[in-house]
Every structure is written in structure tokens, then in C-alpha cells.
């Protein structure tokens, strides 16, 4: 059956509701909450910070570590606390589409640790930990080239859409999930999975919605950064005494 | 993080003073907030001062325990996230996380909290199991009257799942928990002779010991917890009962 | 051609502040191709034909010249390592420590021991960021009593103010002894370490908020 109208109402390019917040674990470095319709994802950063074993550091540069975990009541059926292969992969692809964003050369032998936490999953849960991750980052003050920004795009019932939810995956009559991010300015991929079944011209347009939904999404991130930073005035002081130094 | 040595602490304390200016026997600010994830059958978070954390109820049908045929069981898990503190590590829960979870578990089941005969579903074949997990967010000490109240807070806002034709219909809840009593735990440290109650992040790494009291509504104490390494007075254990009966019944209200 | 995001404007990490080759990247700013962009979060600030940003948030980065507060937590036979806050320890040399002759087998802890803060200055940072430190200058010290707070290290400069005038006022009106480190650590000792600590807490807090000043000295009680 032909999937002519979506569960929720939205329109075939439109994304549910976000909300994202910087600054929600007042110990770590950075953080950040992002909410995508009924998908909650948090991300705290700690570091840079020593590496132990010794034997993993880089004296080139600093590394990242990302690790993602689902609540154990974050869907319905109880998932057992403890990693999972899923998770792992998750955390690797992670680690991945972050990393390009990334400018590491000035804490060799350092580590950068992100820690995804899904507190409730409705679909596209890599994407909203990967959308905090970044915020985070930027909150922790790593020097980074772009945010980077993730949506999940796909084919459901024969039709193309953006930012699935969970029963859009769960569709009887066929689904196929794209998770992707990207660095918005240039729109440079750097995470890309398939879930599915697609032919080529599938996968272009695919991409296209992708684009225009990290557009927005930037946007969202921008607003969520500039909430917690964003100074109307800036003291006479500050300036000279950073000239100075 | 801050460096506050113990002696600072103690300096402070001989002015009768503690760092964020409460009284010894007084607990931070405290939030309750429920219903913080939909697809837990309850959930809340808890703020104490800045430590903050998450819990989830989760209810499964399986086998009841042999020496309990007749009633619904409950499992407890903690993980101290490492998002949370700069001190805790990724891995399997360390026995401070087996600790906290257990003394937790110890108030709800010894308090009768949860009336676990009205989970039964079937005698000696299948019963109800009551998870509550929960997840440090962030650490400023005292998790563990905090990680009790968000479980209390969670099973309050709980509500049965469907069981039907041997299948859970998670997205039919109807009946609330049977509860019977609110078993809410009060931490107090001692440093030097001073007693302290929610003792904040350095009032915790310095303690000498730390004594953990659970008390119900009827004034009746349900379990108990000396933890550290130090070692206290039969006068300190009586003066933190007396706390933990006082403070308990302000945390109960914030249950409400 | 130019300055595509004005002076004084807020930018996070991925915004093209200029194009062209009339402009070098500063603090926070890389060059892609024609393009100057922003890698962290901050303001835009000018100096003739650099771009830099005034950093609003981030981890400590040492540079030459650096006064910081470190804490030893490490005694070799040629000197002490010390945790200055920054993802790699720094190395305090016997001979950058002092002007004594120190003999060979001499005990170091009798000059500084394990936990022990200190007050050094960076001398010289390594390609993969080996951070040397020196004791030898004015002001350099162990610190003996008194508490360390945390603040970011982008408030600092704020925390000591135009030629110093905030630090100063926080001192007066408080009867403390006060040192503040690059790093983000800041010292204090005396009457009302209370008061102080709340004070800076607050100018971290509010930093960007004019009139902040006078708030902090009808917090102190002054005038």
C-alpha cells in the first residue's frame, strides 16, 4: 500500500518538533539535550583530558571517544543496562561523523570523551545523539570546523521522506531508514548508513532532503547556542585585556 | 574541579558554618519532576542542590522467586554514568554502584513498599517484575537519597501495563502500583564530630562515615547503611535517626 | 571581499567571518581556501588585519608567558610534574625551580612536596605540548594556606580586569590575599575567602553584563 499520508500529519520534508538546550550537566565540560519529536538524546563532553592506557594516545594529536547507551526505559520492551554490539556501532559511526568536524592538533596525547544517553527513543536516535554531541562540543570549546548536524531520511510505502519515526521504520508494507550527517556549511557527509532497500535515484533525492533538513536543524543549534552564550554588550575591558594577552 | 581540602571544610564547620551556608541539618533545594520518559511505565528525575538523577520503572511477566510463589519481584540497578562525574568510569557497575542500588532496594522491599502479592498473575508461574533503574546525571554528592526518592517518585507515577492472551500491551496502562508505603532514605556524614545531613560533593569525598537511614511514614526505620571508612558513636548513630526521621518527612512531602 | 560578520558579533563554530586574502586567521579563527571561519565560540575582535575571537568558552591552553597555579602530583630526580589543568602535566626543572645549588641526592620535597600548589610561569611549550615551567621571577611561590577554586579560563582576563583594576578592588575590600592563574585557578587566602568566592563566581557568571563593577563592590560592601 502506497504510503499517501504520514501517521503524525506532517508534510513528506517536514520534521517534527526540536528542542534543544546547552548547558544541562553542570559538571562536565559541555553538554547539551536535543529533542526530536518524541526522541530525547543527551550528550556530555569531558576533556580534553589524560588518556589512560598510555598505549592508545596519539603524540600527534588528541583523540575522541564516543559512547552511546540507551536508557533502559527509553522504549517500551526494558533493554538490559550494559553495551550492547548495537551500541557500539552506534558509538563508532558516532565517533565518525564528529570527527572530520574536529580540530584535535592542539591536545596531543589527550582524549576528548563523548557520552550519548538516549532517555526516550522514538526513531532517529544516533541522529538527535549525534545533533547534542556537537552541541556539546561546542559548548566544551573544542575547536571545531562546523556543527555537525543528523537526520534520518528515507523511503516508506514507496515515498520518499524526512525524519522518520518509529512506526514510519516499523511499516508493514516497506521501509528503508538513511541516517545522515553532515557538516552543514559545506554539506559534507560524514555519516551515511542504509537500512533498506533503495534504487539510486531513491538515494539522491534522499540526499536533497537531507541537506534542507540540516539546514534547519542548524539553525535550531545555532538558537540553542546562542541562548546560553549570546552577550547583548561586550565590556571595553574585556577586549583590551585579551588584546593584551 | 574545585580543590577544597578537608581542612577548609573543617575550618568552616568550626564557625558552625557549611560551605553553601545551610544549617547541619538541612537539605538543598530540592525538584521532583515526573513522567520525564513515555515509554517507561513511570519515571522521574530528582534534583538535590546540582546532583541530578533519572529513574525508570519498567514491568516484565516472568517467574516469581521459589521462596515467594505468590508475589511480583523487584530488581534495582544504578549506573553511575561517567557523562556524570569526572570519577566514574565506562563499564560494568562498580560495587559503589552495587552499593547504592542495594541500599535502596533493601528500603523499598523491607518497607513493603510495593504490596508485591497484587502482582501476582498466576501462583508459582508468573508474576510481575518491577525494574527501577536508575541513571546518575549529574554528581554533587548525596546520590544515593536522591536516587532513592527519584525510584519512589517513578513508582508513584507508574501504572500496570496490559496482560493479555500472555502478551504485555505496553501501550494500554491503566492501574497504578499497589503501594503501601513511601520509604524515603536521609544520608548523614560525619567529619570531625560534626554531623551533616545531604552532604554536597566535598563534604562526601571528606567524611569520615556515612550513615544511611530509611524511614516510613509511621516513623518506623526499615533499613540502614553505615558506609565509609570510618567509624561512628552509638550517639552518632541515634542523632542521625533522629535527622533522617525529621528529614524524611519534608523529602515525603515533596513526594506529594 | 572582506568582513562578512561585523566586530563584536556573536559566532560559533562553522560561521564565515571574512573572505579574501585581506585577513589572517587569529585565536579561534582557521582559514579554508578564501574564507575565514570561526572555531569556537566567541566574539569577533579586530587587530589591524587579524581576526580573533574572544573565547566565551574552552579548556585552558598554555602559553609562553602564562601565569598558572599548578599542583604538584609527581618528583623525579630532575624535578617536579605538575597537574595545571590542561590535558597534559607540566614539568617544573631543579634548575628552573630555584637559584640554590641543588646537590644530586638531595631531597626535593623539602622544596616542594607531593600536593603542594605553586605559583610558575610557563617557560616554554614543546611541539607535542611538553609544558616547562619556572619558578624564578616576581610573585612566583608555593602557596601555603588558603583554598583553590575553579574558574573558566575565559573569564580570567575579566576576573583581573583593565590593568589589574578588578583583582585589586576584590583585594581590598576583602582583606584576602588573592592570585589568579591563567589556567583557571585562583587563589585565596584570608578573612572572607566566603565572600570572594561568591563575588568571582559571580563576575564568571555575569561578565558580559555592564555595571557588573559596581555590583561586585556594593556585594563587598565598598561604597
Not at chain 1, 596525547?109 to 545523539?129: H, K, L, S
Request: glycine share 8%.
Amino acid at each position: 500500500m502506497v504510503y499517501s499520508k504520514r501517521v503524525d500529519g506532517r508534510k513528506f520534508d517536514e520534521l517534527r518538533e526540536i528542542e534543544a538546550k546547552v548547558g544541562v550537566v553542570k559538571s562536565a565540560d559541555g553538554s547539551a539535550m536535543f529533542k526530536i519529536g518524541d526522541t530525547i538524546a543527551i550528550a556530555a563532553v569531558r576533556g580534553p583530558r589524560d588518556l589512560y592506557p598510555k598505549f592508545m594516545q596519539n603524540p600527534k594529536k588528541g583523540i575522541l571517544r564516543c559512547n552511546y547507551n540507551m536508557m533502559s526505559f527509553s522504549v517500551d520492551e526494558r533493554i538490559r543496562p550494559g553495551p550492547s554490539r548495537r551500541s557500539k556501532e552506534i558509538g563508532l559511526v558516532t565517533e565518525n561523523a564528529l570527527l572530520p568536524a574536529l580540530n584535535l592538533e592542539e591536545f596531543p596525547n589527550a582524549v576528548v570523551d563523548v557520552f550519548i544517553e538516549i532517555i526516550q527513543a522514538d526513531a532517529g536516535t544516533r541522529c538527535a545523539g549525534i545533533c547534542a554531541a556537537s552541541l556539546a562540543l561546542a559548548d566544551a570549546g573544542i575547536p571545531m570546523k562546523d556543527i555537525v548536524c543528523a537526520i534520518s531520511v528515507g523511503k516508506v510505502g514507496g515515498k520518499i521522506l524526512t525524519d522518520l519515526n518509529k512506526k514510519e521504520e516499523d511499516y508493514e508494507d516497506g521501509s528503508s531508514d538513511m541516517p545522515v550527517a553532515m557538516l552543514p556549511r559545506k554539506n559534507e557527509i560524514s555519516l551515511l548508513q542504509l537500512d533498506g532497500e533503495m534504487k539510486q535515484e531513491d538515494i539522491d533525492e534522499c540526499l536533497k532532503l537531507a541537506i534542507k533538513a540540516c539546514q534547519k536543524i542548524s539553525e535550531i543549534q545555532r538558537n540553542a547556542l546562542m541562548e546560553k552564550y549570546q552577550t547583548n554588550q561586550i565590556d571595553d575591558q574585556v577586549d583590551k585585556e585579551n588584546q593584551d594577552g | 574541579m574545585d580543590n577544597i581540602s578537608r581542612e577548609y571544610i573543617t575550618k568552616t564547620l568550626d564557625k558552625g558554618k557549611r560551605l553553601d551556608g545551610r544549617k547541619f541539618d538541612e537539605y538543598r533545594d530540592i525538584e521532583i519532576e515526573y513522567g520525564i520518559s513515555k515509554y517507561a511505565e513511570g519515571s522521574s528525575r530528582v534534583r538535590m542542590g546540582d546532583t541530578e538523577v533519572f529513574a525508570g520503572v519498567k514491568l516484565e511477566v516472568g517467574e516469581p522467586f521459589p521462596d515467594k510463589p505468590d508475589g511480583g519481584t523487584i530488581i534495582v540497578n544504578v549506573e553511575m554514568l561517567p557523562l556524570s562525574s569526572d570519577e566514574f568510569e565506562s563499564g560494568p557497575p562498580g560495587v559503589d554502584s552495587i552499593e547504592l542500588a542495594r541500599v535502596v532496594d533493601r528500603a523499598i522491599r523491607e518497607s513493603n513498599c510495593i504490596d508485591l502479592k497484587k502482582l501476582c498473575i498466576k501462583e508459582k508461574e508468573k508474576v510481575w517484575m518491577v525494574f527501577i533503574d536508575i541513571y546518575t546525571i549529574n554528581n554533587a554528592g548525596n546520590l544515593q537519597d536522591a536516587a532513592c526518592l527519584a525510584s519512589l517518585a517513578a513508582l508513584k507515577q507508574a501504572k500496570i501495563p496490559e496482560y493479555k492472551d500472555e502478551k504485555i500491551d505496553y501501550s494500554k496502562r491503566k492501574d497504578k502500583l499497589p503501594l503501601t508505603s513511601l520509604p524515603v532514605e536521609c544520608t548523614t556524614v560525619k567529619i570531625d564530630n560534626i554531623l551533616l545531613s545531604d552532604p554536597d560533593f566535598y563534604e562526601e569525598r571528606w567524611n569520615d562515615a556515612r550513615l544511611t537511614v530509611a524511614t516510613t511514614e509511621k516513623n518506623e526505620i526499615c533499613a540502614m547503611q553505615k558506609s565509609g571508612k570510618g567509624v561512628l558513636s552509638a550517639d552518632d548513630v541515634r542523632k542521625a535517626i533522629e535527622a533522617s526521621l525529621k528529614n524524611g518527612k519534608l523529602l515525603r512531602e515533596k513526594l506529594k | 571581499m572582506g568582513l562578512i560578520i561585523k566586530e563584536r558579533e556573536f559566532v560559533i563554530p562553522g560561521d564565515v567571518i571574512a573572505e579574501g586574502i585581506d585577513y589572517l586567521p587569529g585565536n579561534g579563527v582557521y582559514r579554508d581556501g578564501n574564507q575565514l571561519i570561526a572555531q569556537q565560540i566567541g566574539i569577533v575582535n579586530l587587530d589591524n588585519r587579524l581576526i580573533k575571537l574572544v573565547l566565551l568558552t574552552g579548556a585552558y591552553r598554555p602559553k609562553i608567558g602564562d601565569i598558572v597555579i599548578g599542583q604538584i602530583v609527581n618528583m623525579g630526580f630532575n624535578g617536579w610534574t605538575l597537574d595545571i589543568g590542561f590535558s597534559n602535566l607540566a614539568m617544573l626543572s631543579v634548575r628552573d625551580a630555584t637559584s640554590d645549588f641543588i646537590d644530586k641526592k638531595a631531597d626535593l620535597s623539602r622544596y616542594y612536596d607531593f600536593d603542594d600548589y605553586i605559583v610558575a610561569k610557563v617557560l616554554n611549550i614543546s611541539k607535542s605540548n611538553l609544558i616547562d615551567l619556572t619558578m624564578k621571577g616576581h610573585g612566583l611561590m608555593r602557596l601555603k594556606e588558603g583554598i583553590i577554586i575553579d574558574v573558566s579560563p575565559s573569564k580570567v582576563p575579566r576576573i583581573i580586569g583593565k590593568q589589574g583594576s578588578m583583582i585589586t578592588m576584590l583585594k581590598n575590600l576583602s582583606n584576602c590575599e588573592i592570585s589568579v592563574g591563567q589556567n583557571g585557578k585562583v587563589w585565596i587566602d584570608g578573612g572572607n575567602t566566603g565572600k570572594i568566592i561568591e563575588a568571582i563566581k559571580l563576575i564568571e557568571k555575569e561578565s558580559h553584563i555592564p555595571g557588573l563593577t559596581e555590583k561586585i563592590e556594593k556585594m563587598l560592601g565598598g561604597k
